[in-house]
């Protein structure tokens, strides 16, 4: 029966038995610990009469909120866009390395198992940035969606909060930036399409690894390798500017797959490539750690050990300039071969800048037309 407890120091949190396995299959986190801002910690423990057998599994749930406002912005040097939309919170990929995974404490939920199960879906996006893309001081600017949370998640195909912003980008003509590991991106060709051929869309698809069964593991419900790399092609082929982004390189894992990835990504017709070394903030590095332990706990050491060298001794270091890359010999080292092989491909040749120009808020229903 859940059991409730003090705040405990992270050494012992992590000692804790995670979560049956039947009732968090096709998760990505191994245990669902209470955020950092709540007063007490549950812990889910068998009482000796078998009742932790008789918890349901982790369904999806999703609950709808109605921010007032839907475009974000930041002033990170280190990020190229200065505007961002997040139609969903909570992503059901559940990529065990997301660094978004921590947001999930300010809704009073766990950056475990919550965030890939119960979800926040903005409804009123589309409404709210019409709104916003119309107010008489907006000045144009790239809007990337999918930064934080993936906008083509399961829910996408059923709620399709993502392609009602694609509408309102299109009649507006407002540039886009795309970043997603879903294979729905291809859903939205016809959008898209018109909008590249006007220089308004790019998209990235995220390519972690080629190793299926790593993948798996490591973003159970996102589209397989194979899908994303095919999605790359098909909206290449619609003439939609496309790249692939590896990431996060994760030492000892994934970092001897890189050559591999930009080589199928050209081989997809990819332009551009890009990517992030693995970032640990607050509770995703206590979730990571769980999750080596559970499927990898040979590699557990060498991989934090590497982690660490590249971010200063520490598990991450969000300074500037380093906390994308990261530092020393070893980050070095990455940057470098990641290098080599986009130059050896022909990759990044040349960078896709979206135009601003052609933005134009379009009249509305009642509005008197110029008579010149």
Same mark, same amino acid.
């Given at each position: =029966?859940?059991?409730?407890?003090?705040?405990?120091?992270?050494?012992?949190?992590?000692?804790?038995?995670?979560?049956? #396995?039947?009732?968090?299959?096709? $998760?990505?986190?191994?245990?669902?610990?209470?955020?950092?801002?709540?007063?007490?910690?549950?812990?889910?423990?068998?009482? %000796?009469?078998?009742?932790?057998?008789?918890?349901?599994?982790?369904?999806?749930?999703?609950?709808?909120?109605?921010?007032?406002?839907?475009?974000?912005?930041?002033?990170?040097?280190?990020?190229?866009?200065?505007?961002?939309? *997040?139609?969903?919170?909570? !992503?059901? @990929?559940?990529?065990?390395? !997301?660094?978004?995974?921590?947001?999930?404490?300010?809704?009073?939920?766990?950056? %475990?198992?919550?965030?890939?199960?119960?979800?926040?879906?903005?409804?009123?996006?589309?409404?709210?940035?019409?709104?916003?893309?119309?107010?008489?001081?907006?000045?144009?600017?790239?809007?990337?969606?999918?930064? *934080?949370?993936?906008?083509?998640?399961?829910?996408?195909?059923?709620?399709?909060? =993502? $392609?009602?912003?694609?509408?309102?980008?299109?009649?507006?003509? #407002?540039? +886009? %930036?795309? +970043?997603?590991?879903?294979?729905?991106?291809?859903?939205?060709?016809? /959008?898209?399409?018109?909008?590249?051929?006007?220089?308004?869309?790019?998209?990235?698809?995220?390519?972690?690894?080629?190793?299926?069964?790593?993948? $798996?593991? =490591?973003?159970?419900?996102?589209?397989?390798?194979?899908?994303? /790399?095919?999605?790359?092609?098909?909206?290449?082929?619609?003439?939609?500017?496309?790249?692939?982004?590896?990431?996060?390189?994760?030492?000892?894992?994934?970092? @001897?797959?890189? &050559?591999?990835?930009? &080589?199928?990504?050209?081989?997809?017709?990819?332009?551009?490539? *890009?990517?992030?070394? /693995?970032?640990?903030?607050?509770?995703?590095?206590?979730?990571?750690? &769980?999750?080596?332990?559970? @499927?990898?706990?040979?590699?557990?050491? #060498? +991989?934090?050990?590497?982690?660490?060298?590249?971010?200063?001794?520490?598990?991450?270091?969000?300074?500037?300039?380093?906390?994308?890359? %990261?530092?020393?010999?070893?980050?070095?080292?990455?940057?470098?071969?990641?290098?080599?092989?986009?130059?050896?491909?022909?990759?990044?040749? &040349?960078?896709? $800048?979206?135009?601003?120009? /052609?933005?134009?808020?379009?009249?509305?229903?009642?509005?008197?037309?110029?008579?010149?």
């Amino acid at each position: =029966m859940p059991r409730i407890d003090e705040r405990m120091p992270v050494i012992e949190r992590l000692a804790e038995r995670g979560v049956d #396995h039947d009732r968090r299959r096709g $998760r990505g986190a191994v245990t669902n610990p209470s955020g950092r801002y709540e007063p007490i910690a549950r812990v889910d423990e068998d009482d %000796g009469w078998g009742s932790s057998e008789e918890l349901p599994p982790f369904k999806t749930h999703v609950t709808v909120e109605t921010p007032r406002s839907i475009i974000s912005h930041n002033e990170s040097p280190d990020i190229p866009f200065d505007q961002s939309i *997040n139609p969903y919170r909570g !992503c059901e @990929h559940g990529c065990i390395y !997301c660094f978004a995974r921590p947001t999930h404490a300010y809704m009073g939920l766990s950056p %475990g198992l919550d965030f890939e199960s119960r979800l926040f879906a903005k409804e009123n996006a589309a409404l709210l940035l019409e709104r916003e893309l119309s107010a008489k001081n907006y000045k144009p600017k790239l809007i990337a969606i999918g930064t *934080n949370t993936d906008p083509y998640q399961p829910i996408e195909r059923e709620r399709q909060i =993502m $392609r009602s912003l694609l509408e309102v980008l299109n009649r507006f003509n #407002h540039p +886009v %930036g795309i +970043v997603t590991k879903s294979a729905l991106v291809t859903r939205d060709i016809d /959008l898209l399409a018109p909008m590249a051929a006007k220089g308004l869309a790019k998209v990235y698809l995220s390519v972690t690894t080629l190793d299926s069964t790593l993948a $798996r593991t =490591m973003e159970p419900r996102a589209s397989t390798p194979m899908k994303r /790399l095919e999605a790359v092609k098909e909206l290449n082929q619609a003439g939609i500017p496309t790249g692939v982004m590896v990431a996060p390189i994760i030492p000892s894992l994934n970092d @001897h797959e890189i &050559e591999k990835i930009l &080589e199928a990504a050209k081989a997809a017709k990819a332009q551009e490539a *890009n990517y992030i070394f /693995l970032r640990l903030p607050l509770e995703l590095k206590d979730l990571f750690r &769980e999750w080596l332990q559970d @499927h990898y706990p040979g590699r557990l050491n #060498h +991989v934090l050990g590497l982690v660490k060298d590249a971010h200063g001794g520490v598990d991450y270091r969000p300074r500037f300039g380093e906390r994308m890359r %990261g530092e020393g010999v070893y980050a070095a080292l990455i940057a470098q071969r990641f290098k080599v092989a986009c130059e050896r491909l022909s990759l990044n040749q &040349e960078r896709l $800048r979206v135009r601003t120009d /052609l933005f134009k808020v379009p009249p509305k229903a009642g509005d008197q037309m110029s008579l010149f």
